[in-house]
């Protein structure tokens, strides 16, 4: 059964191949955006495992779901603010899953010679670089939504003392903080162009609805007569919206919390409960 599998898994993956290399044309809507720039020439070659990994780019590209591949890169997004997975990109990761996924599979069918759990490998290394990168992007998004509250309204403080709001968000980005690291990135992408304009594609970039609203509302502040006393309601306004998200995350952990006390503490507490008890009646029968 195990070289019925392996011919199988052989004969889809050449007509995969074969797929790609005849049929040059995109797929509406595929994640052309995607693929045409897996199709550039990078200039710089991958070393080692990475650039036969690579391979794998063109391929996957062209028929892995823009949906998967748009939520994996705003994953790596804030990853890579975090200082993690930095010269990876949204095709490289999916190359990398199915790697994992196929490798698993093949060892699985090896080893045990049973398709059930063979499929259990695969999924399991196909999930496993989302979660890691899931796990570091989810924290980092946490620290950057918990900073950013502080770091309007130091805007605010500096354009209240009469300094520009493209000065006030020059200087507070040297605070530091992770949203400080992110404005940074910004003014140094947006050399030769409209501060805004940048900012607004680095906020639909990151995915992050918090970031979206602030770009769209700094546009409005900057083209706006009384720029201090809206930089300041706007300081207020987005302070108080992540104290009232923090208030309704703190109630919803409380209701999130009560299925695994009843798996963990409660029913644990009952079987022990119920073999005291019982274990002494069922020895006198």
Known sequence: MTLVYLIGLAVTLLLLLIGVE?????????????????????????PGWRGWLSKLD?????????????????DLYF????GRWESWDAVQVTSLRFALASAALLL?????????LSLV?????????????GGVARRTRRRFQAQLPEFIQLVAAQMAAGVSLEEALRRTGQSGSLV?????????????????????????ESTLPELI??????????????????????????????????????????AE????????????????ILTLIGWPILTTL
Request: aromatic content about 8%.
């Open 257 to 272: 919390l009560v299925i695994p006390m009843v798996l963990f503490y409660f029913l644990p507490f009952i079987a022990i």
């Open 108 to 116: 699985g069918l090896l080893t045990y010679d049973n398709l059930v």
């Open 22 to 46: 005849f049929i040059p044309s995109l797929p509406a809507g595929r994640a052309a955006r995607y693929l045409q720039e897996s199709d550039q020439p990078t200039g710089a070659v991958l």
């Open 180 to 204: 400080g690291k992110w404005m940074q990135r910004v003014l140094r992408m947006s050399q030769g162009r409209v501060v805004f304009t940048q900012l607004q594609k680095e906020a639909q």
């Open 58 to 74: 063109r391929p996957l590209a062209r028929w892995t779901p823009g949906s998967l591949l748009r939520r994996t890169h705003s």
């Open 213 to 254: 609203g602030l770009a769209v509302q700094l546009d409005f502040v900057r083209m706006g007569t009384a720029q201090q006393e809206l930089m300041a309601q706007m300081a207020n306004r987005i302070a108080a919206d992540y104290a009232a998200g923090a208030e309704q995350r703190a109630e919803r952990v409380g």
């Open 79 to 82: 990853a890579q603010l975090g």
């Open 121 to 133: 490998a695969a999924l399991l290394g196909w999930q496993t670089p989302a979660v890691l990168i």
